[in-house]
């Protein structure tokens, strides 16, 4: 079982700034990593995909230009910065893995096999 530990959230206000992290001491370097969010009463968005050990990241319209994603993959960690948040960020965010990296950039939630617990990040206008 690949225990994944997402940190992080808390509340900002609009404009504001927050870093998540993801530990993953059981993941592959060679997996395709995602960063999931979801609001109340909607389904998931995937904020972020990239693979663990380096290389692009592929951001959704919704985060691209105040989102990036980086790793230390000597400690199995990967982080989300988020920059200028806005109310509509409010969602609880996940992190996610899966061993394949096929079509990486483009799995939906359903297509990852390991989740963390999720951290709820709360932006106020």
């Known amino acids: 079982e690949a225990d994944l530990v997402a940190s992080g959230g808390g509340s900002v206000q609009a404009g504001g700034s927050l870093t998540l992290s993801c530990l993953a001491p059981?993941?592959?370097?060679?997996?395709?990593m995602g960063w999931f969010r979801q609001a109340p009463g909607k389904d998931y968005e995937g904020v972020a995909r990239?693979?663990?050990?380096?290389?692009?990241?592929t951001y959704s319209d919704s985060v691209k230009g105040r989102f990036t994603t980086s790793r230390d993959n000597a400690k199995k960690v990967v982080y989300l910065k988020m920059n200028s948040l806005k109310p509509e960020d409010t969602a609880m965010y996940y992190c996610?893995?899966?061993?394949?990296?096929?079509?990486?950039?483009?799995?939906?939630?359903?297509?990852?096999?390991?989740w963390g617990q999720g951290t709820q990040v709360t932006v106020a206008a």
């Open positions: 059981g993941i592959s370097l060679s997996s395709c």
């Open positions: 996610a893995a899966d061993p394949s990296v096929e079509n990486c950039f483009f799995r939906a939630a359903g297509d990852f096999d390991y």
């Open positions: 990239f693979q663990f050990g380096g290389g692009t990241t």
